[in-house]
């Protein structure tokens, strides 16, 4: 039982209070003690209390004023292993470990007035340090609920406070608070004002689910030191004795500083000199130096911070004292550089922080990302097959290695079964082996590395990408030679071939059950190098035996192509009324149920020669894995049979394991299938598939283990059923009877007997949602567009920039809606009610001071690539059509050319060629297809796009939606000049400045000239003159000193001079004509910074700040010039 007190103790400096603290700590059960309020400023009251409770361990935050400070105090039975605190006295926060686990204490004292309690909660997330156990109490000096919380008679309303605190800790952090949630109709108050006419309840507690899971008792008790009551939390934390498992990840930017490279070429050169490079034991030695290297690296850096943040700390501390009214505004520039380092320190805790689409996030939405990506992998509780449930790591360790030694054991096959399941199955040609029969070059290993992603979580070693393609210049060459030496042994040295199995959660899983747990191999990335250079290899010829009907990884073949069909046959089919089945053939675990032997078997079959299938050897013959579960880890287990999901490979394998069970149902003539409209006609069919007599009786979809089949009656389905155990017995995969379902397309008549789970409404195919008319069910629209308001409700908590909301919109919330919506015809309504709900996120429920239709275009071009739904969905269409024109063989295009002969029959006669009925149907997906199409075509659209060109989506944009920013129409020197945005973006400035320069370039910036109403209101807050932003942010004289500051940076960056006027300043008019990027960017980014700190300072100004003179808007520009990019040319 852990016991926590929390406590606002108005002053402790005097010996007097000391004794009563002492007298009630005797008398009170306590582990831990927070107090607030602490009156402590100097260094000697803090040491004085020391000595007084000499045995306890003692956090504190000094004061900077005569009612500051808070600290924790623990009894020093417990083990202290990290403790910090912030520079104003508002934060300490300490870290033990109690029966093995971590947890984090925080005592909090908020400002008691509302203005800097608001700008506290703003930046207080970043001081509390994030875990699983996590307890933050103190004195609020807010209310959760203003009725339950704070007396009538005595209320002073305040409605800003506790939401910020929402926004900013508590949904970020996880926390509940833990009284309301376990008291939650109880009426209790905290604070008592001396006349005892306001009672409030501001003493609290938060903590996290499993803080608030463990808590027993929490209650409100009278001490009589203060005009406080103290807030008691009693907490049973179970006894751990899981083995914990640290999982070390480089952190990427190791490999930026000087010294790791000047400390690796060092290394290097001892194992130039060392290294028995005719084995493969000396890359395991290389890789440990290389991990020590970087963990070197790290600490230095970590050291380098506290360093910095102590010396800031000191150095507030000692301005705090008596402060000057310069003192004031440097407090206010050092409280800024603490944020910023602990912001940085922050984000390189963020996994997946150089994903493309999250690098230009803020910290706090790349922590939401990260946190949802954890939440997906961790798992509170497992079945076990005699235990039942378990829910502690080291059961549901013992639970998972005996289902994945189980399911990973070699699975027994019948080989008997082979000569007829590869029956005229076809091969390669000995043009196509032979390219996969060659040695594999440096070049090849080269361009497999430049290929992969940054940012992505590594395997074992914990070396990410960005690290490999630092060095690999360097080692490429050895590398090369350690994997041509592994080939030669028949094996790879200890642990290259490990991996780490991670479980993911399949969608609304909610039971213990392994089966729907997804699991994901993290390969190291030298393993994957090699991987991804043969999986290069083998999809330059898959295609080659790969029939069209299966769509995964095969170049040229996309999942659309898969619901094209699906969707076209229940439209027909619906509209000529003819019954119809469609069959999802669910295989159990269908990747990992793979034999090894019938791999290499099945490689043999399709004329893969014997190099290639050594190196899959290779690779596949003792490997082994490990399980993560939470923060546990299993011991390795033998990977015996499966394709790893993770590997670069495992695709590509996957598909030629199957392909022997799809060829053997489009063989089998008692399997039926449908005849699309048009191929009875050989023209037609030669205009689509590019052949002449073929066979275009299509019985199946495939797109990896989604499998689709076509049935009528029963034994329809019980013959497709035996060439799936034809193939199950061959290869070890196992058919799921119970997850089979059979979609029934049909108004009149019932369904056959069926032996699967009968379906008549709808069903999902590949993640879209279609029904028997071939449409999106309503009540799934529906729940889709509630899932986006939700999703947009969650992300509005979070402070967002224009530019993070737009990126946010497009990679996070609308990405599975614009996906079904690509592909299914939808209501226009639906499209422009759900656009008005993404132009409310975008600016956050306030008035747009931009044109929407400004907003959609590129950044480059002034905009903010907000997402635009129509155009998005028309794009999607246009490249339809364009594939109509194409001529890569499409099976759905039978369906189609029904639909779009009319329209585009001027553009392609053979579309029209002896093809009855043709209809003109906009509601019909193919008939909105040719609509669109032909108005791109109109409007001077390509019937192909090339990769140089801009895609179809921001073609649609620039020629048909894009409006330019106004600026462009009102300065003469942008009106062809497209430089400007682009320079502003490459500028490297804060993305806080770059939108701020973006509004007040389009008149977006409101100033008390454009909000005032009198003269008085209109005055500028420096001089007597109305407040434009001419006026502002040139004209004022006010910031002559600034602007001459500003006017030096620049001479000394780049050695050129502008003048004092908008179009030099705002607009770059001399900057323009510069032909050197590096000054253009230079000079944008000291411009920058001038105009935003004067729109800071004006800020400070109307919030009260002291506006004698300009020293303070200079500090503020000076801090922002402190790091100049570009130093270094």
Known sequence: MLVIISYNIRGLTSSNKHKLLRIWLNETQHDVILLQELHMTKLKHLEIFRKAFSEY?????????AAGGTLVM???????????????????YIKIIYEKIPIVIVSIYAPAQLSERCSFFKDIRFYIPSTKWLIVGGDFNCVPDNIKDRLQHGILTDNQSYPLLLQNMINPLLLDEIFRSKHPRKITYSYHNDSRTIHSRIDLFFGSKIIKQNTTEIYYLPVGLSDHDSIVLKLNIPSNNDKEFHRWICNPTMITRNTFMEQFKLIWNVFLKTADFDSTEWWNDFKTSLIFLLQEEERHYNDECRYELRQLQCEYRFRATNPTENDMIQLDIIRKEIYGILEKKNSNNVLGQQEQDVTSLSILAKARIAHAK??????????????GRVDSNIDMIETATNFYEQLYDTKPIDRSCWNELFDD???????????????????EYNDALKSMAMGRSPGTDGITVEVWKKIFPIIGEYYVRMINTAKLKGHFHEGFLNALLTLLKKDDNNNGSLKNYRPLSLMNIDYKILSKVLSIRLRKVLDQVIHIDQSCGIPGRTIHDNVHIIRSIIEYYSRHRDPIAIIQWDQEKAFDRINHVYLLETLKRLGFGSNYINW???????ATFQIKINNSITDPISFKSGIRQGCPLSGGLFVLCIEPLLHNIRRNVR?????????QFPSVVRSILNKENVNVNIKLSAYADDVCTIAFNVNDERETQAMFELYNNASGGKTNKDK?????????????????????????????????KGKIPSIELDKMILNVNQQMGMWSTIKLSLFER???????????????????????????NLQKDINKFFWNNKHQSISFYTCVGKKGNGGFALLHLNSMIASYRIKCGLKIFSTTPKIWKFYAYQHVGIQLRTYAPWIWTNLTPHFNDETNFFGDVACRTVHWIKKGGKLSIDDSEPSAYWQLINRCVFRPPICCQRVPHLKNNSAFFEIIHKSKLPTTVTEFWILLANYGVNTRERLGKTMEEKQCLYCNLPETTTHLFIQCCFFQELFTMMLTYIQNASGIIIERKVDEIVYLKTILSIDSTLVQRKTSFIIGNYLHSIWLFRSITIHGGRRHNCNGCKSIFKTKMKYLPYDNG
């Open 74 to 92: 623990i009894k020093k039975k417990y083990n202290v292993i990290d403790a910090g605190t912030d520079p104003d006295g508002r934060i300490a």
């Open 57 to 65: 361990h003692i956090t504190c935050s000094l004061g900077t004023w």
């Open 671 to 679: 399997i039926p299938g449908v005849l699309p409209p048009g191929s």
């Open 740 to 772: 089979t379902i059979i979609f029934w397309i049909s108004d009149w008549l019932d369904p056959p007997n069926f032996k699967s789970k009968i379906e008549r409404e709808y069903c999902h195919f590949l993640g879209v949602p279609i029904d028997t």
């Open 616 to 622: 899959i050897k290779l690779l596949y013959l003792n």
């Open 374 to 387: 954890s939440n997906k992998s961790r798992i509170i509780f497992l079945d076990h097959p005699v235990k």
């Open 806 to 832: 737009a990126t946010v919109l497009k990679s996070f919330i609308l990405s599975r809606l614009v996906y079904c919506f690509s592909l299914m015809p939808l209501p226009k309504k639906t499209i422009e």
């Open 425 to 443: 199955i076809p091969s390669l040609n000995k043009i196509d082996s032979d390219k996969l029969e060659c040695d594999i070059t440096l070049t």
